[in-house]
């Protein structure tokens, strides 16, 4: 029986969707497994007979098939994923040799490993490319080439190789634009932002932003609070900017810096609560963060914490916040966001206030997930621990998979809770063993 999706009062089983009850989807796809609904999730602790890798899920009933995983006895630990708009290709970044192996999702097998001068929590694959990604490395220094620590590697993914690295100091964050024609860069401490161009880079090291010199690879654009993140326009002519301000040490406020990427000019500030994550749906752009300070809860306070993240909501068709009421999140840094297709906002963060114990729940019970409900309005903290570390939603169910605390937890969308079986006792954890880093979704129909 399909176990996904049980709500309670309703006195029979509902399968998701227009998929019939009675199993998994095992139509033939050309893939080794023969499934058609794969999520890969990244495990990156080996435990017992159990080795660290890639770890195919059937997301049509949320179960571990009997299929070999990808890159047992390869991929040492396995962490961070990104993947290309056409899902064929996946790049994984393993810390423990400091690389970037890249997946053919459809062989289900790795093709190469692109070796990265440090460790990475930062890359990107431009949405009309699949062989270029970006990786932000901030400790690159290259045996002493590049002046000052940091850099931006360019990776070629067709042929498994590094084309260039781009110096630019303390490189913490990087996105690009649609094509992969210009890429942003975003480091420690501040308050400038890199502007790459990646076809004048002269290889295999440009020093950049890194020489202390004119660059035509790299260039510095100062008026900014400790910029962290942007996302681009669908045209890509503007960058939405984000100023993590005072939360990250700067002497601002946070706001969203509405930036012309053709001279890369400041065309309008925008106030927020917090800003270091953010994530753009039509011309509505929602934005995540921490004010600094104690006692930024609700008041009467409904929680033990003492100190809440804030979610805005930006219109960028009068560029104002539109909210008004303030929107209280678990606190911490947040990195991850992620919106279902029946318009639930998941918020994920890292070093959050903790309160109460999953395994042993006694009154409040929270983390560092949060879901909005778009159309409600609603702010829903699902009882858990732990960083989250990676958000998917599942297009053709109501169901999103999120990495939380290093489990794999699997939520009903539509109530916001997690799976239910026929007994509306919760099931929504998907038994990996180890440590569940971050979860994609390879096959969208």
């Not at 056409?86 to 097998?109: H, P, Q, W």
């Not at 753009?280 to 914490?305: E, M």
């Not at 100190?307 to 008004?324: A, E, F, K, Q, Y």
């Not at 829903?380 to 990676?390: A, E, L, Q, R, S």
Request: a negative charge; proline letters at 6%; charged letters at 10%.
């Amino acid at each position: 029986m399909n176990r996904a999706d049980l709500v309670p009062g309703i006195l029979f089983v509902a399968c998701i969707g227009l998929i019939s009850c009675g199993g998994g989807a095992t139509k033939p796809k050309g893939s080794p497994s023969g499934l058609t609904t794969r999520v890969l999730a990244s495990q990156d602790v080996s435990a017992g007979s159990t080795f660290a890798g890639l770890v195919i899920v059937d997301a049509f009933d949320d179960t571990l098939p009997r299929v070999a995983g990808i890159g047992a006895g390869t991929l040492n630990t396995p962490g961070l994923m990104v993947i290309s708009s056409n899902r064929a290709t996946l790049i994984v970044f393993d810390s423990g040799n400091n690389a970037v192996d890249v997946v053919d999702t459809i062989k289900e097998a790795t093709t190469g490993s692109i070796p990265l001068p440090g460790s990475t929590t930062s890359m990107v694959i431009p949405a009309q490319s699949a062989s270029v990604a970006f990786a932000a490395v901030p400790t690159a220094s290259l045996n002493g080439i590049l002046p000052t620590a940091g850099a931006v590697v360019i990776m070629n993914l067709a042929s498994d190789s590094m084309i260039a690295t781009i110096g630019v100091p303390a490189a913490q964050t990087v996105v690009s634009n649609a094509t992969g024609t210009q890429a942003l860069a975003f480091s420690a401490d501040s308050d400038s932002m890199a502007v790459l161009s990646p076809a004048v880079v002269v290889g295999p090291v440009d020093q950049g932003c890194n020489s202390g010199s004119l660059s035509t690879s790299c260039v510095l654009v100062s008026g900014f609070s400790r910029p962290v993140y942007a996302i681009y326009s669908s045209d890509g002519s503007t960058a939405y900017v984000l100023n993590c301000g005072l939360q990250c040490g700067g002497t601002q406020a946070a706001s969203v810096a509405v930036v012309n990427t053709a001279n890369f000019t400041i065309t309008k500030s925008i106030p927020v609560d917090g800003a270091t994550w953010a994530l753009l749906n039509g011309s509505t752009l929602y934005v995540a963060g921490t004010p600094p300070g104690a006692n930024t809860c609700a008041v009467p306070p409904t929680t033990a914490a003492t100190t809440c993240g804030r979610l805005d909501i930006v219109d960028l068709g009068s560029l104002t916040v539109v909210n008004t009421q303030p929107l209280y999140i678990p606190d911490g840094y947040h990195d991850r966001m992620d919106l279902s297709s029946n318009g639930q906002l998941f918020i994920g963060s890292y070093h959050c206030t903790t309160i109460g114990n999953v395994n042993n729940p006694q009154g409040e019970v929270r983390g560092c997930l949060a879901i909005y409900n778009t159309a409600s309005g609603n702010v829903v903290i699902p009882p858990d621990n732990g960083d989250v570390t990676g958000l998917q939603t599942l297009i053709n169910r109501q169901v999103e998979y999120v990495a939380e605390g290093g489990n794999l937890r699997v939520y009903n969308t539509d109530l916001d809770i997690l799976l239910l079986n026929q007994d509306f006792i919760p099931t929504g954890t998907i038994p990996i063993v180890g440590e569940v880093i971050d979860v994609k979704e390879l096959d969208f129909f």
